[in-house]
């Protein structure tokens, strides 16, 4: 027969379980709200390129009209830094003709250096080498995929239910820079801005780097042939010192190759990997205006 110790032990037990059970939950509903949710539109897609649903958050102007026609900006970077955008569309008078696309990693699977690192970079992504067992393309390497998403699949998702003009730019940070730098010189018609903030162009032995100098070459040998580019490129001064040497080529060989491209570049001295994007956004879109 059960004792009244064994009675209070067991009950004590089956609370303490139920507090940690609904803890556990309350950090996962917490996280789910802050990943994987916005204050603007949400929307979900099936992707068959992909081969499952993908979120997007839209930002639609706060005078919004269906009938007019507007810009369009998509970024890599879910809802981190999402906020900065929205307050720094807010008051400038440029972005009130624009809407901002942004897509989130997925929440139950971490999609994020699958989706952005390129097909042909697979190799140390982190500024430490990952481990032997991390090395399949199934966990990242898969820029082709996500891109081909964007192209056949987001971009006529957003025309047919936005009127949008030919006035487009893709941004992206970290390993979305580098997603931003395969873009432009895999499919540079797509956009006609592009946005790299702290771009992890490092991977695997600077590749990312000598990748997009081979677009600036071919780009500089058809000369005319080739529409006009816009570049913004930033930098923390306190990054590892890998980002920052990668970060002193690709101005080297945009220096050195360029070709109907307007880039811009800038160093942002105090300023580490997190923080540098929080204070690019508003000089980019004031540069990028000033076209």
Same mark, same amino acid.
Request: glycine residues 4%; proline residues 5%; hydrophobic residues 40%.
């Given at each position: 027969?059960?004792?009244?110790?064994?009675?209070?032990?067991?009950?004590?037990?089956?609370?303490?379980?139920?507090?940690?059970?609904?803890?556990?939950?309350?950090?996962?509903?917490?996280?789910?709200?802050?990943?994987?949710?916005?204050?603007?539109?949400?929307?979900?897609?099936?992707?068959?390129?992909?081969?499952?649903?993908?979120?997007?958050?839209?930002?639609?102007?706060?005078?919004?009209?269906?009938?007019?026609?507007?810009?369009?900006?998509?970024?890599?970077?879910?809802?981190?830094?999402?906020?900065?955008?929205?307050?720094?569309?807010?008051?400038?008078?440029?972005?009130?003709?624009?809407?901002?696309?942004?897509?989130?990693?997925?929440?139950?699977?971490?999609?994020?250096?699958?989706?952005?690192?390129?097909?042909?970079?697979?190799?140390?992504?982190?500024?430490?080498?990952?481990?032997?067992?991390?090395?399949?393309?199934?966990?990242?390497?898969?820029?082709?995929?996500?891109?081909?998403?964007?192209?056949?699949?987001?971009?006529?998702?957003?025309?047919?239910?936005?009127?949008?003009?030919?006035?487009?730019?893709?941004? &992206? +940070?970290? @390993?979305?820079?580098?997603?931003?730098? %395969?873009?432009?010189? =895999?499919?540079?018609?797509? *956009? $006609? &801005? +592009?946005? @790299?903030?702290?771009?992890?162009?490092? %991977?695997?032995?600077? =590749?990312?780097?000598?990748? *997009? $100098?081979?677009?600036?070459?071919?780009?500089?040998?058809?000369?005319?042939?080739?529409?006009?580019?816009?570049?913004?490129?930033?930098?923390?001064?306190?990054?590892?010192?890998?980002?920052?040497?990668?970060?002193?080529?690709?101005?080297?060989?945009?220096?050195?190759?360029?070709?109907?491209?307007?880039?811009?570049?800038?160093?942002?001295?105090?300023?580490?990997?997190?923080?540098?994007?929080?204070?690019?956004?508003?000089?980019?879109?004031?540069?990028?205006?000033?076209?």
């Amino acid at each position: 027969m059960m004792t009244l110790l064994e009675k209070f032990n067991r009950t004590l037990i089956s609370r303490v379980l139920c507090i940690v059970t609904l803890t556990a939950a309350a950090v996962v509903i917490y996280k789910y709200k802050a990943h994987y949710t916005s204050n603007f539109k949400d929307v979900t897609i099936y992707s068959q390129v992909l081969n499952e649903n993908r979120k997007v958050f839209i930002r639609l102007p706060s005078n919004f009209e269906p009938k007019k026609r507007y810009s369009l900006i998509i970024r890599t970077d879910g809802n981190f830094n999402l906020a900065q955008w929205d307050s720094v569309m807010a008051e400038l008078p440029a972005q009130q003709d624009t809407i901002l696309v942004s897509i989130p990693n997925q929440f139950w699977t971490d999609t994020r250096n699958r989706d952005l690192v390129p097909p042909y970079a697979r190799q140390d992504v982190n500024t430490q080498p990952r481990p032997a067992n991390e090395n399949a393309p199934e966990i990242f390497g898969q820029a082709d995929k996500f891109l081909t998403f964007i192209d056949s699949e987001l971009l006529p998702y957003l025309e047919s239910h936005y009127n949008l003009t030919n006035n487009r730019v893709l941004s &992206g +940070y970290s @390993a979305g820079g580098s997603f931003v730098l %395969y873009t432009m010189s =895999t499919k540079p018609w797509l *956009f $006609n &801005g +592009y946005f @790299a903030f702290s771009p992890a162009a490092w %991977y695997d032995d600077m =590749t990312v780097v000598t990748e *997009f $100098n081979q677009f600036l070459l071919e780009r500089k040998a058809q000369q005319a042939s080739t529409q006009p580019l816009f570049l913004y490129l930033t930098v923390g001064g306190d990054e590892h010192p890998l980002m920052l040497s990668a970060f002193n080529l690709l101005q080297e060989k945009l220096t050195m190759n360029a070709s109907n491209i307007s880039w811009y570049s800038k160093v942002n001295k105090g300023l580490n990997h997190s923080t540098n994007p929080i204070h690019s956004v508003r000089p980019a879109l004031a540069v990028y205006n000033s076209q």
